[in-house]
């Protein structure tokens, strides 16, 4: 169950740690706590959309599909989407973007790349209950600008023959009084052979001063809506 999932966590406030991080073991507590409580039906993120990186001279140009947009949540029945944030490292776990902590300088996220969301009164960071905040002991969840959404985007502070690793991420809103936004995976695994698993929201390119088959100055028109 996800209950028993979540009790296999890794703790960093377990016996012979920091004393700094013994609040981490009684957080989780109340993470599994909330999921029985809930009866084990937990709001999941919009569904992954299906990205695609295309390699050029300079520049890696991505594009995505909008099904996130258009699914509802079948726990809340409600269309909960709020926006995309795109994320790029040199690791394939992105390791080198995740450095945002909670108040006891716990890394608990990723840094993205570019964030773009509905145009709504929904922006600036979460503001969850005074119950949600300490549960997340300080960490807490930037919900964009109201910049209105993309579908492509552009990557030109990269190195050509440089191999990137890039995701796409689908977020809801969240509910202040009950649940934090939820947002998709990332998953990319290089197996021993060298070969590289994707999920349908991941995607790698190495940009390069030549490549076959495609135009490498054609440009791509950004949309903005929603």
């Known amino acids: 169950s996800m209950a028993e999932i979540h009790s296999m966590d890794d703790i960093q406030g377990s016996p ?7 609040p981490a073991l009684f957080a989780l507590k109340q993470t599994v706590q909330l999921i029985y409580d809930q009866d084990y039906r937990l709001a999941p993120p919009p569904s992954k959309p299906t990205l695609h990186a295309v390699a050029g ?3 890696v140009t991505l594009y995505w599909d909008r099904i996130a ?3 509802q949540d079948p726990i809340l029945k409600e269309y909960d989407f709020q ?3 795109i994320y790029r490292a040199t690791d394939p776990n992105f390791n080198d973007v995740r450095n945002i902590t909670n108040a006891h300088g716990v890394i608990e996220g990723y840094s993205p790349l570019a ?7 929904i922006h600036g960071y979460f503001y969850p209950s005074e119950d949600l905040f300490e549960d997340s002991q300080g960490y807490t969840f930037y919900m964009g600008d109201s910049t209105g959404l ?12 440089r191999t990137y690793y890039y995701a796409v991420t689908a977020y809801d809103n969240g509910d ?13 695994s290089i197996l021993n052979s060298g070969d590289i698993l994707l999920d349908q929201n991941t995607a790698y390119a190495t940009p390069t001063s030549s490549s076959a088959g495609y135009n490498l100055d054609q440009n791509f028109d950004i949309e903005h809506y929603g």
């Open 16 to 22: 012979g740690g920091l004393e700094s991080d013994v």
């Open 57 to 59: 001279d300079q520049k």
């Open 69 to 71: 947009e258009e699914e």
């Open 83 to 85: 926006g995309y944030k």
């Open 115 to 121: 964030q773009f969301d509905l145009k709504d009164d």
């Open 150 to 161: 993309v579908h492509e985007y552009i990557d030109t502070n990269v190195q050509n023959g």
């Open 176 to 188: 202040p009084n009950s649940m934090f936004p939820s947002e998709n995976s990332k998953l990319i």
